[in-house]
């Protein structure tokens, strides 16, 4: 098993970045293709951001792609998500999800995620 912990969340101005990190614990964080998922209030849980478990392969929904970066540092057991050019419609809780599998390929889908984070609220001001 694993528990994942956010961090970096808060108030940031339209334009402006943030930095959120996923912190794993145990000793097979290399064995978890991880995501990163977000859900504003009255809206469902959608998919941001994805990397595989070597970090070889990412995938970004569009409304992120070129403004948001996923990365993972597997000696740290943390997985990074650079946020840029931020727009007020990102503001939601961030959540981060790892899915422990063979595969060597990245994951959108919710339900193959078996382990999530608590979250960490990202707020932007326009």
């Known amino acids: 098993q694993v528990q994942l912990v956010e961090s970096g969340g808060g108030l940031v101005q339209a334009g402006g970045s943030l930095r959120l990190s996923c912190a794993a614990s145990?000793?097979?964080?290399?064995?978890?293709?991880m995501g990163w998922f977000r859900q504003a209030p009255g809206k469902e849980r959608e998919f941001v951001a994805a990397?595989?478990?070597?970090?070889?392969?990412?995938d970004y929904s569009d409304s992120v792609k070129g403004r948001f970066t996923i990365s993972r540092d597997n000696a740290k057991n943390t997985v990074y998500l650079q946020m840029n050019s931020l727009k007020p419609e990102d503001t939601a809780v961030y959540y981060c999800?790892?899915?422990?599998?063979?595969?060597?390929?990245?994951?959108?889908?919710?339900?193959?995620?078996?382990?999530w984070g608590q979250g960490t609220q990202v707020t932007v001001s326009s």
């Open positions: 990397i595989s478990r070597s970090g070889g392969t990412t």
């Open positions: 999800a790892g899915d422990i599998s063979r595969s060597i390929y990245t994951s959108r889908r919710r339900n193959e995620y078996d382990y």
């Open positions: 145990g000793r097979t964080f290399s064995n978890y293709r």
